[in-house]
């Protein structure tokens, strides 16, 4: 499948889940045209395209196409990660302090991922170099770090826990808002949201982290 065909279903997916910043900044950057991601384009139909409209199994199908074939090399992943990790650090107190919590689930997935196109190596790597930011769950990235091939992540029960269970969070409306901001700030970090689609289930309040009411426009 060529680049711009995969650029378009991308599209596809974010428009759906309602993404609208982020197809915005990749169609721009990849130059592609809105009469082709209608599905009467160029590139309409097929199973992806699909899945895309059936609904019911968009999400897992289109974010997993997303994933394991769009360009996601274990350097994509890791300052993808780095973009993440130095973005929540850098936000106010307020709401660092609820999106901090996405940092180790997001650690494992990136970690999974890695490992899901057979690089292991560089999965371990990845691993290592995070490896102490994570020291209050030093027994399972202890366990995480023998998880070195795709079929053990399904016979792992810690993997697999992970990949079949989603983790769920617990933000405030805003701080959510600032996260999807963020992960439509570059083309790149779209493996960090997919694996936020996949993997996570978001329960957001009016109420920022203090208790405070917050007013939405």
């Known amino acids: 499948m060529k680049e711009e065909q995969v650029d378009i279903l991308v599209l596809k997916y974010l ?3 309602g993404y609208n910043r982020t197809a915005q900044l990749l169609s721009s950057e990849s130059r592609v045209a809105e009469r082709q991601i209608h599905p009467d384009g160029p590139f309409g139909g097929g199973e992806l395209e699909n899945n895309i409209h059936s609904g019911s199994n968009m999400t897992s199908s289109v974010a997993s196409y997303m994933m394991f074939n769009h360009n996601t090399t274990p350097e994509i992943y890791e300052s993808s990660y780095d973009g993440l990790k130095e973005w929540i650090y850098g936000c106010l107190d307020i709401y660092r302090n609820e999106l901090i919590q996405l940092l180790y689930p ?4 990136v970690y999974l991922d890695i490992v899901s196109k057979n690089r ?5 790597i990845f691993l290592n170099k995070h490896r102490q930011e994570h020291k209050a769950y030093l027994k ?3 366990t995480l770090s023998g998880i070195t091939l795709p079929n053990l992540i399904h016979e792992n029960n810690f993997s697999r826990n992970y990949r079949t269970n989603k983790t769920k969070i617990i933000i405030c409306k805003y701080s959510f808002e600032l996260l999807m901001s963020f992960l439509s700030s570059k083309k790149e970090y779209v493996v960090l949201l997919a694996i936020v689609n996949q993997y996570f289930e978001f329960h957001t309040r009016k109420e920022n982290a203090s208790g405070e009411d917050i007013d939405y426009v």
């Not at 997001?106 to 997935?109: A, E, T, Y």
């Not at 292991?120 to 371990?124: C, E, V, Y």
């Open 120 to 124: 292991g190596s560089d999965a371990l």
């Open 140 to 142: 399972e990235v202890n």
């Open 106 to 109: 997001v650690f494992v997935h």
């Open 15 to 17: 428009k759906k889940r």
